[in-house]
Each structure stands twice: as structure tokens, then as C-alpha cells.
């Protein structure tokens, strides 16, 4: 039976890249057949280490044009994410974009109604919500009962740290890349809350911030009619004890928000049920690459389920808006 071949091309030379290759590779209909870097050797290197014919790029215009391409994953620094994003969508190329896949709730709205006019699928790449244990955590919170509080945390040290530390300004800490805690690890807290409890009825937020002005440590209380949801992130610090769900008839762990790994259930009387171990880091990015093939080739039938991705999509990214606004944290580009 022919598989019928998506022919991708990739935006960053990072190892989040390397991890969706590696990933993408898990899935049939997807070949990678280009590759965008800002430098020719640049390319070169990061080409070298895949198998088969690669198209190098260094103009991105010129890749957007290319006819031999399908697709496009996109994992630069999220200040250029809308502006990449909207070029390869006007190119009729459909698009998976790291997450943020945008900085202003506006910009998502613009690239989701280009992707829609065109029949093209425009897709925020957060691992977490294409993953089976998504389904097993869903199921697992109606075990806890009344719902009355959550703790969500994702707090990681930051290998750019030390640099950092001795006076340098590596990207993830300079605000001009729309970065930051939040808007690297914080998503990964506010999209398991608005996908399993809905938008908040307010919100309020804080921020600590590093000398380069990017916030470093953030927290959230998302204020429902029946529950608060507090949320905590952290790029200069490391978490050790995850995650919890609390309801009167027991409490969910959850190790790694960001995975979706080392789901436990504990009941009232202290017992401990394990729902969910770990992926592999390849398997926990092929989740999204799947469902992104899927998508396009099957899209009468995965209609309701990608609409229902983008809304969520659209609704955290007004979350995480109203966070930024709340907690004070600016980006150059948020001023016309």
C-alpha cells in the first residue's frame, strides 16, 4: 500500500528540532526534505546528520516558495514565530509551530484564519496534549471527586544559567525573543489546567525578574466558581516534587507536567495506584508529529478534533496574555 509522503521542512538548528526529526521519523507519512538555517554551513552541519535527499536553505522566502515542500516545522526563537508562521501559510505550506506559537492572542487568531481560508492546518506543537496520557489523565481526575484545589508546577534550571550568572544574555533570558519562564515552561502549567477545568473566571499573577529583564520565576492563581488552581514555573531553579491534583476522594501526582509522566493516584487511605510511567523523549515528540500527519491527510475525519486543538490553542494563548498583563511582563514587540 503507497503512503503517501508529507514532505517537510524545518525552521531552527536547536536540539528541540533534532528531538522532532527524531520523533517525526516514528511516522510513515512524514519525510524530511528541507532544512533552513541562517548560514550555508550552518545548514550543512545540522543536514549531515539525517539520511537522504535534504534541500539547505538560507533564505526563508525562497524556502516558503519551494514546490517540493508540504510543511514546515518551525522552532525559532518565538519573537518570529508569527512572522514565519503567516509566510508559509500565505505559501500554502501547512504549519507546526513550537510553542508559544505566538506571542499575542491576536496573531493567533490572524494565522488560524489564513490556514482555515486556504484548507491548510496551522498547529501549536505542545507535546503534552498528543500523548495517551492525556486520555488516562482525563480520566483519572473524574476518580478524585469534588475538585476544589491543584497545584501545578514545572520549574527547571536552565543549562544558559551559568552563562547568565557570569554577565552574558543568552536568549532564553532576553526579553527581545518574547521569552522568559512563562512563555517557556509556564504554557506547559496553563495548558493541562484550561484543558481539564476551562477557562478561569480571573486570574491573578506575579513575576520575578533577572537583571535582563526576562521574568525568571512566575506564579498564577487561576480563581474558579468551585476551585483555585495555582500554577508556579521556574527557569532558575529545579523542581523535585511535581505536581497535584486534589480531590475530596483522593489526590492525583503528577511527576512531569510537561511529559505527562509518573501519574499516580493516591487514595484517601494513603494507597498508591500508578496510572502512567515515562516515554521516551522520541516518543513524546512523535505524539505531535502523528496527529499533525494526520491532520492533513485525514482531515473529514480528524475535523473535530483539530478544531478542538486550535480553540484550546486560542484560549491559552488569551490566558497566557492575561498572565503577561497581570505579572507585568513585557516584550519590545508588544509596543506597535
Not at 509566510?87 to 484564519?113: D, N, S, T, Y
Request: hydrophobic share 45%; glycine share 8%; proline share 4%.
Amino acid at each position: 500500500m503507497e503512503v503517501y509522503m508529507i514532505r517537510y521542512a524545518t525552521i531552527g538548528t536547536g536540539w528541540i528540532t533534532d528531538a522532532f526529526i527524531r520523533g517525526a521519523s516514528m511516522v510513515p507519512e512524514l519525510q524530511l526534505a528541507a532544512v533552513y538555517s541562517r548560514t550555508e554551513k550552518g545548514a550543512i552541519q545540522f543536514a549531515s546528520k539525517y539520511a537522504g535527499e535534504i534541500q539547505l536553505f538560507t533564505d526563508l522566502t525562497s524556502m516558503a516558495a519551494c514546490p517540493d515542500i508540504d510543511a514546515v516545522y518551525i522552532a525559532s526563537p518565538n519573537s518570529l514565530h508569527y512572522s514565519q508562521s503567516k509566510l508559509f501559510l500565505e505559501h500554502g505550506k501547512h504549519v507546526i509551530c513550537e510553542k508559544p506559537a505566538v506571542v499575542l492572542p491576536g496573531e493567533m487568531r490572524v494565522l488560524q484564519h489564513i490556514a482555515k481560508e486556504r484548507g491548510l492546518i496551522y498547529m501549536e506543537a505542545i507535546m503534552m496534549m498528543h500523548l495517551p496520557a492525556r486520555r488516562v489523565l482525563h480520566d483519572a481526575v473524574k476518580k478524585l471527586g469534588r475538585i476544589y484545589s491543584a497545584r501545578i508546577d514545572f520549574s527547571q534550571l536552565s543549562s544558559k544559567y551559568p552563562s547568565l550568572l557570569e554577565g552574558g544574555l543568552p536568549n532564553i533570558f532576553n526579553p527581545a525573543f518574547a521569552t522568559g519562564a512563562l512563555m517557556d515552561l509556564g504554557i506547559y502549567c496553563v495548558y493541562p489546567v484550561i484543558d481539564l477545568f476551562g477557562m478561569p473566571v480571573s486570574l491573578r499573577a506575579d513575576a520575578l525578574f533577572l537583571p535582563t529583564g526576562a521574568d525568571g520565576v512566575g506564579n498564577c492563581l487561576f480563581i474558579y466558581q468551585d476551585k483555585h488552581i495555582n500554577i508556579s514555573y521556574s527557569k532558575v531553579g529545579q523542581d523535585r516534587i511535581g505536581s497535584e491534583i486534589i480531590g475530596d476522594a483522593g489526590t492525583l501526582r503528577i511527576q512531569s507536567i510537561s511529559q505527562l509522566g509518573g501519574i499516580a493516584l493516591v487514595q484517601k487511605d494513603g494507597t498508591e495506584i500508578p496510572i502512567w510511567g515515562h516515554d521516551e523523549k522520541d516518543v513524546l515528540m512523535s505524539g505531535e508529529a502523528q496527529d499533525f500527519a494526520r491532520y492533513i491527510l485525514n482531515f473529514d475525519s480528524s475535523r473535530e478534533e483539530y478544531e478542538a486543538a486550535s480553540a484550546l490553542s486560542l484560549d491559552v494563548s488569551l490566558v497566557m496574555d492575561e498572565i503577561r498583563n497581570s505579572a507585568g511582563i513585557q516584550f519590545p514587540l508588544d509596543c506597535p
